[in-house]
């Protein structure tokens, strides 16, 4: 894994971070480089349990909603924890209300622009309410990657992928944008293409 880290930093030397995740957790880190945690990803434990239904037992930088099947129908989500958008299924920013009820509320949001676009896909996400969220000053990061229709498929960036200036007009203003394509996937010259969509 600290292979698989060191391979990735190489791609922008000086301009990226890590986002630990399976595949980029070297244990114990040993790249200097910022760091941030992702639902229950971390350099100790690929996969730590987040939720217990719905009582937090992890904290990261941001984290998945607990699925709505394994929380009561009352839940809301606890404060000063920074959720991502997800999408249906999902017991929190899963939809256009949801959304609008947590910007509302001023809280610190994880914008993945490929759920966003799983959310369009489905129809439960209002112009209205993308237009307000993506002018939202409390987006704590951004996720990227290209979504297939109603499937989180973590797929390459491409000329056609939602969200991309949006993302680079962030990452220009400080927010992290975290690029979450499969990367291992791919050889080394589709690598830098991919760090060349956001910078």
Not at 11 to 34: E, F, K, Y
Request: net charge negative; with cysteine; aromatic share 6%.
């Amino acid at each position: 894994m600290s292979e698989a880290a060191e391979t990735l930093l190489a791609l922008v030397p000086g301009r990226v971070g890590l986002q630990l995740t399976p595949g980029c957790a070297p244990d114990p880190i040993t790249v200097s480089c910022p760091t941030r945690t992702h639902h229950g990803f971390t350099s100790k434990a690929l996969r730590a349990q987040v939720w217990d239904g719905g009582t937090l037992v992890w904290h990261g930088d941001s984290l998945h909603p607990p699925l709505e099947r394994h929380v009561p129908t009352d839940w809301q989500p606890p404060e000063g924890v920074v959720l991502e958008t997800m999408y249906p299924g999902y017991a929190a920013l899963a939809n256009g209300d949801q959304i609008a009820a947590a910007m509302d509320e001023g809280r610190w949001i994880a914008v993945d622009v490929a759920h966003l676009d799983i959310q369009k896909y489905h129809g439960v996400l209002a112009d209205a309410v993308l237009n307000r969220l993506l002018a939202y000053e409390r987006v704590a990061e951004v996720h990227v990657s290209t979504s297939q229709d109603a499937r989180d498929s973590h797929a390459k960036l491409t000329a056609s992928t939602w969200g991309i200036e949006w993302a680079r007009s962030r990452l220009a203003t400080g927010t992290p944008v975290i690029l979450e394509c499969y990367m291992h996937k791919l050889t080394h010259e589709e690598r830098l293409e991919q760090v060349a969509w956001l910078i």
